[in-house]
């Protein structure tokens, strides 16, 4: 019996290595202090040696202090020296029992030590040992079904194992554990605690097992869904060149790049296309980035980088193709030539940027047309109305899906060159809201300082707008951006004269018609006087719109007519008219015979052309103040008070009472249509003719009308639009009128055979005006009631122009 | 045919005292004879004096040292391949041991078991 023997052994000290009894470990012995040891084991009879973990690994010569006291006597079972080497051991030991050292007795050559040995560590049947040994039986299931590769021997030994101390201590030199935990399985004196180390250990290294495994199965997730996907596509690679179809994405790239080649790119463009094309060849067809790139690679490719047409400088050409498709517009056409000729000398100039400001009709849209075919360049027409976002002109990045090139450059690859002329319709119909300012949009583009490096958000490359001859058309100018209508040289088409209407028609609008009616020039003949009806009493309009549908109506009731075979030849003329075209629908304000006192004829502008208007105030005895009415605006209603403050600041230059009348009772103007919107300064001389008239009793001569400011100080100020105004005036009947003295060199525009039939008086000051515009006072016969018809169409606004006075 | 002076044979009811650590195990033959079991175990340079025959219950333990004793002062170790210390060997015999006769003997490096029992 072993048990508490003391002993005298040789001491092998070990390096980060515990051998528990049971274990057989080979170990290879070279420090001298352990072949000396070894060789003295070697040399009793039982060959046994004591071994003790050393607590320093570095430790060469180990002394006792450095040493575990707790170790194990092991058997050398097989001993053999190395062949070549000397002095090295490979020994093979079997642990036999645990000791503690009690003292040493020699440091050398070897260790030598007293040693007691140590009981096995007890076997107890209490509760929590059988947990324990129970749990470690769980845990070590566990281990076993982490672990795929373990030997089968190895698997044996653990399952089959039924002491559960030597388990612990095969599964210590087993497990890759610490060498302090080691030599604390090795010190345990008892089953419990022996068990509870074990049991803390193998918990641990289940639950990094747990982790180990479940890295190694996410990975493995990953890669095998990969490699699925991997392996599908090669599949249908190999199915498609079964089929004989080569591998579509490659070929697509291959196509993309043989274009890019080709293409003429400049240089930035060139670089951004080769790296997009390098990513499309790495992507497959499948990848949603692919077809993204595609499409990019697609528009570039489309884009006219550098490609232009010749512009036709011959300036003899351009003018008769422009006199051909328009009438007059001289101004236009002058700047037309202007800029063809700068073309000519400066072949590098940069194109114009122009505005056509104008009322509908006036021809603004076809005009961009035949500038486009006299300089022999492509027309490319868009229209802002109602666009409110900035991203249509300028396009949506790529990132979006569904994302596209702005208006500009779809217009442009359209077109196939640079230089095209752009039309831009409507501009002052463009929405601005919280979504967008597509205006500001504009500014770039419209800029000759900035559009030679234009960037749509989707191209994200420069594009050179510089060559592009844009032309912005615009009714009004007032809702374009002062920094917008800045960029724009503005051209302004004001309406037609009935004259002009009348040349146009004979020119362009009635051959025109009567070919689309299939008519031939003998069959269908308009006299002029029949041609100026339609204009007078079936249109009312600037341009020659309405026009040009009334007569395409006139001609196809003629169509009908031949074609019914009731005649092949007809000539138009006034009074067939209420045939072809109905009753007359328009009235224009005409001349009333005779005013009654208070009455004053004004002159006003609309969008539709001129107008003529009267101003009527009467007394009110009894009351006080001024009442407008007549849907007058703000400034209107100001020019109303001006006009009875002068009257009753100044009778002696008036020369007649007003003082006392306006003391004594309250006055009223009223501007009929009442249902029309009017502002305006303009009227001011014609609320002072017929306040005068009112309180003069003098009434106000029916063959004048009259227009302009007036100021308190009695100055007659210029005001804006005569041509329209004194049209009209002519148009209603005038003979004569009365304009500001600094709207004389006005008159140059107005046509001279409408000034021809009118006499114009120049004003200076309200002095000079009442005495041109009021009836002598012994000429007081009195008059016929005021006819009351009225002519203006509700809704349309008269302005009296007063805002672009110049 | 040298016999073994000293064998030790111990009945112990229940708990035979593990000895502590485990041992090598010598090889052992069996063989059924008229008078009951023989039982040969490969015990060369064991001194019988340092075998131990053990009873317990149905089990037959055989334990012992082996000693180097050719060994001499001055000598060293070249190669080492025979087991020495001590051993183990525990066996199942169906044999009534409570009237067994059992008698060892030592003989060319063979330990015989003899073991007499109906």
């Keep these: 019996m072993t048990q508490n023997k003391i002993l005298e052994l040789p001491i092998l000290p070990l390096r980060n290595t515990v051998i528990f009894p049971s274990g057989i470990t080979p170990l290879t012995v070279g420090r001298s202090m352990s072949l000396a040891a070894a060789e003295a084991a070697l040399a009793t009879e039982e060959k046994l040696l004591g071994v003790v973990a050393q607590r320093e690994d ?9 040493l575990f006291d707790v170790g194990t006597i092991v058997v050398i079972n097989r001993m053999m020296r190395s062949p070549g080497a000397e002095e090295v051991l490979h020994l093979i030991v079997q642990g036999q029992d645990r000791f503690r050292v009690l003292e040493f007795t020699q440091q050398t050559p070897y260790l030598k030590a007293r040693v007691e040995i140590l009981p096995e560590p007890v076997r107890e049947k209490t509760p ?57 399985l090795l010190a345990a004196n008892s089953e419990s605690e022996l068990l509870n180390l074990m049991h803390t250990y193998l918990a641990r290294e289940v639950e990094v097992l747990e982790i180990r495994s479940k890295i190694s199965n996410q990975a493995q997730e990953e890669l095998g869904k990969a490699q699925r996907d991997y392996i599908l596509r090669e599949q249908m690679k190999q199915i498609q060149k079964e089929l004989g179809e080569s591998e579509p994405e490659q070929a697509e790239a291959q196509l993309m790049r043989e274009r890019i080649e080709k293409a003429d790119l400049p240089e930035e463009v060139r670089a951004e296309a080769d790296r997009e094309l390098k990513r499309l060849e790495r992507l497959p067809a499948a990848a949603p980035d692919y077809h993204v790139i595609r499409t990019y690679l697609e528009w570039i490719l489309d884009l006219p980088w550098k490609k232009s047409t010749e512009d036709s400088l011959d300036l003899n050409t351009a003018q008769s193709v422009l006199d051909e498709d328009h009438y007059d517009l001289k101004d236009i056409k002058q700047r037309i030539l202007e800029h063809l000729a700068v073309i000519k000398l400066n072949p590098k100039t940069k194109a114009p940027i122009l505005c056509f400001v104008g009322p509908p009709g006036v021809g603004k849209t076809s005009l961009g ?67 967008g300012d597509p205006a500001s949009a504009l500014l770039e583009i419209l800029d000759p300082a900035q559009n030679f490096s234009f960037r ?66 003998e069959q269908l003949q308009l006299t002029d006087e029949a041609i100026q009806a339609i204009i007078s009493k079936y249109t009312r ?36 008219l209420e045939d072809y075209l109905g009753h007359e629908m328009f009235f224009h304000e005409m001349a009333r015979q005779e005013l ?36 007058l605006g703000e400034v209107m209603q100001e020019s109303a008070k001006a006009a009875l403050s002068y009257l009753w600041s100044h009778p002696n230059d008036s020369g007649f009472d007003c003082a006392t009348k306006f003391e004594n009772s309250g006055v009223h103007v009223h501007v009929p249509a009442g249902a029309t919107p009017k502002d305006g300064p303009s009227a001011g001389v014609a609320i002072v003719s017929a306040l005068a008239s009112l309180c003069s009793g003098r009434p106000v001569r029916s063959d004048t009308a009259m227009t302009g400011e007036i100021t308190l100080s009695g100055l007659v100020l210029p005001v804006g639009g005569i041509k329209g105004k004194v049209l009209a005036a002519r148009r209603s009947g005038m003979k004569r009128v009365v304009l500001p003295k600094r709207n004389e060199p006005d008159l140059k525009d107005i046509p001279e055979e409408a000034l021809r039939d009118l006499e114009v008086v120049l004003v200076e000051r309200i002095e000079e005006l009442l005495p041109q515009t009021l009836k002598p006072s012994d000429d007081l016969t009195r008059t016929t009631p005021i006819p009351s018809h009225e002519t203006i169409p509700a809704g349309a606004e008269v302005r009296a122009q007063g805002e672009s006075r110049s | 045919m040298s016999r073994s002076k000293r064998v030790f044979i111990e009945r112990m009811s229940t708990e035979y005292r593990r000895p502590s650590g485990p041992l090598w195990q010598p090889s052992a033959d069996i063989y059924r004879c008229p008078e009951g079991w023989k039982i040969k175990f490969d015990l060369a340079g064991v001194k019988p004096e340092d075998v131990e025959v053990i009873i ?3 089990k037959l333990i055989v334990r012992g040292v082996r000693r180097d004793t050719v060994i001499t002062e001055g000598w060293s170790y070249h190669q080492l391949e025979i087991t020495y210390s001590r051993f183990e060997r525990v066996l199942k015999i169906p044999c009534d041991f409570a009237g067994a006769e059992i008698r060892c003997e030592s003989k060319d490096g063979w330990f015989i078991l003899h073991l007499n029992c109906a």
């Design chain 1, 456 to 521: 749509d958000h989707y191209l994200d490359l420069p594009f050179d707008l510089s060559k592009v001859f844009f032309i912005a058309t615009a009714n009004t100018l007032s809702p374009i951006p002062p920094a917008l209508r800045d960029r724009m040289e503005v051209i302004r088409l004001s309406g037609y004269t009935d004259e002009e209407k009348l040349h146009i028609a004979k020119r362009y609008l009635i051959p025109r018609q009567i070919k689309e009616a299939g008519l031939n020039e």
């Design chain 2, 56 to 58: 317990a219950d149905d």
């Design chain 1, 58 to 66: 570095g430790e060469t010569e180990p002394t006792p202090d450095k």
């Design chain 1, 369 to 435: 047309q035949s500038i486009a075919r006299a300089m022999g360049r492509k027309f490319e027409r868009m229209s802002l109305g109602g666009m409110r976002d900035e991203a249509e002109l300028r396009g949506h990045r790529r990132t979006y899906i569904g994302s596209m090139p702005g208006r500009i450059i779809q217009a442009l690859r359209r077109a196939d060159v640079n230089n095209p002329v752009m039309m831009l319709d409507e501009v002052d119909k463009l929405g601005m809201d919280f979504r």
């Design chain 1, 128 to 184: 929590e040992v059988e947990a324990l040994q129970r749990n470690i039986q769980v845990l070590i299931q566990k281990a076993l079904g982490l672990l795929p590769n373990v030997p089968p021997e190895i698997r044996n030994i653990i399952v089959q194992a039924d002491d559960s101390v030597r388990l612990a201590y095969f599964l210590g030199s087993v497990l890759d554990l610490e060498l302090t935990q080691e030599q604390a």
């Design chain 1, 596 to 631: 009654p006192p208070g009455v004053a004829t004004g002159m006003a502008v609309t969008e539709m052309g001129g107008e003529v208007l009267f101003i009527e105030a009467t007394l009110l005895p009894g009351s006080k103040g001024l009442t407008l009415t007549g849907q």
């Design chain 1, 541 to 576: 309009e600037a341009g020659v719109r309405q026009l040009e549908r009334n007569v395409g109506s006139v001609a196809r009731k003629i169509a009908l007519n031949v074609a019914q075979g009731k005649g092949e030849v007809f000539t138009v003329k006034p009074e067939d």
